[in-house]
């Protein structure tokens, strides 16, 4: 199993960003798949959880609105496009599958003018 998070960056209050999560070894179409975040300092903490078909959607509050989950089971990848960033989005972002051994090896995301 491995996942690979990429399309973190330095980006200015309001900018966007697109993470994508390639994942392997696994069946990825029948999991349901998460992004997780971490700030310094901070527990790591769910940000958005999409379905294994894409129909179920959650978010939590603080990216509500701004953030959205997707995935492309033909592909293995699912996506976060992050719009609207604000500096506390500033943290390293982390795909998580509900198999072992759980996380990807991050992508750190700086919101900074």
């Known amino acids: 199993v491995q996942l690979v998070e990429s399309g973190g960056g330095l980006v200015q209050p309001g900018g966007s960003l697109r993470l994508s999560c390639a994942a392997s070894g696994f069946r990825f179409s029948t999991y349901a798949m998460s992004w997780y975040r971490q700030a310094p300092g901070k527990e790591r903490e769910l940000v958005a959880q999409?379905?294994?078909?894409?129909?179920?959607?959650y978010y939590a509050d603080s990216v509500k609105g701004r953030f959205t989950i997707s995935r492309d089971n033909a592909k293995n990848t699912v996506y976060l496009q992050m719009n609207s960033l604000k500096p506390e989005d500033t943290g390293v972002y982390y795909c998580y599958a509900p198999v072992r051994p759980h996380w990807g090896q991050g992508t750190q995301v700086t919101v900074s003018s």
């Open positions: 999409i379905s294994s078909a894409g129909g179920s959607l």
